[in-house]
């Protein structure tokens, strides 16, 4: 699609950027509506800040652009939801348990 702009006033131009910048900023929270919905509150989640080992902790709440996370250690972070993963927990094995028997 072919959009000739050329013929625009200034006044026009800037209406339509508006427009456009407008329209940009729905998707982008459409999208990190999208990326947030994939978590629920109280899940357990890990990311890796910059210059920062991996973090895990508890998803505590959704925000505008953002969740919050309290980590193991009690630090509170507020994190993009496409940053997040869900932590996989890991099942112990069952199997036989070993019980030895100590003879007097």
Do not use: C
């Not at 508006?18 to 982008?28: A, N, P």
């Not at 509506?33 to 890990?46: A, D, I, L």
């Amino acid at each position: 699609m072919a959009i000739d702009i050329d013929q625009l006033t200034e006044e026009e131009l800037i209406e339509l950027n508006h427009r456009i910048v407008e329209r940009l900023k729905f998707f982008e929270s459409y999208h990190t509506h999208n990326e947030m919905m994939q978590f629920s509150p109280g899940e357990q989640v890990t990311f890796e800040p910059p210059g920062r080992g991996r973090q895990i902790g508890t998803l505590v709440k959704f925000n505008q652009k953002t969740v919050t996370v309290i980590t193991e250690s009690g630090h509170k972070w507020n994190v993009s939801p496409h940053l997040l993963n869900k932590l996989k927990k890991v099942e112990p094995r069952k199997g036989k348990r070993r019980i030895s028997k100590v003879r007097s």
